[in-house]
């Protein structure tokens, strides 16, 4: 019988102190990795509400001490100790933990994962919710478990090749689970008037595209057809979905690249094409209507601050 592996640790510190303030673009939060990794690991001991987001990396919440609620499109989860979930990528997520507890969340970039050419044929384990605890998969209980403390160790160790065993371990974890969980049935959630699996999983594919296409042309009513939803449907739905307009959303999405482009020598009206403007002028615009100030002067507070 496996034996449960212990948490090295009292005090979780980062192993590499760098500034860190949580970045929020509209309902997309902007994920801050270990620099120079694909991984972060935090661990919370207060009490603690995350509204509605979502981010492009996968998350796993191990829950040690205590009690939180996740409410996802499909529904409503609460996990006690010692239960684990896996949120995919893209998935909009509430996470509420009214009273003190003890928790890890681990974010980890699932963009290594498209090198392994049969992890784009069978993608079902990285694009459901699944829930891990001692009634749901006992036969397995202990090994993933023994995964994310191992994972959490390494991390914090921050020894030699720490990234490559924590993600070593994270993929074992997500062997695991893919081949012996199905994703709960869901109870109420984040879509109440269409909670069902065939609305989030097309808006979490949604969300995937807009990440890749966003310079391109798009419209509304490319969108809605892209996804098989009337126009009047499915702005209804995506404002239900991610708290936002679709427009809002694209806009947001495109100011987000322009500012990283900012940062290089790229000219103005470059930037502007390269985000999916038709113009500089449109794309001043809109850049000082969400920024509040102009690219050009962007720029030079970016300068001045390096």
Known sequence: MSILHELKFKDYQQPVSTPYSRIMEGPE???QYLPDSHVRIWHNIEPNAYDNHYHNCAEIIY???NECTIKVPSGNFTLSSG???????YMMHRLSSPKACRQFIILLDVEPLSNFGVYSSH????NDIL?????NCPHIYIDV???IIDMINSYFTNDTLWEIETYSYFLQFLTLLGRNISPPKPTGGLLTSAGNKEHYDKFSELLQYIERSYSEPI?????????????????RLFKEYTGTTFYDYLTNKRIQHAKQLLASN??????????????????????KKVCGCPPTEYRNRLKSKN
Request: overall charge negative; some cysteine.
């Open 63 to 65: 829950m040690y001490e």
């Open 131 to 135: 829930l891990c605890n001692k009634e």
């Open 29 to 31: 939060e902007i994920i």
């Open 219 to 235: 419209t509304l009513d490319m969108i809605a057809g892209h996804v098989g939803f009337s126009k009047y449907h499915f702005i």
């Open 145 to 147: 478990c023994n995964n």
């Open 266 to 287: 790229m000219g103005i009206t470059e930037i502007a094409f390269s985000c999916g403007f038709n113009n500089q002028t449109s794309f001043c615009r809109t850049f």
């Open 123 to 126: 993608k079902t384990a990285i």
């Open 83 to 89: 239960d684990m979930i896996l949120i995919p990528p």
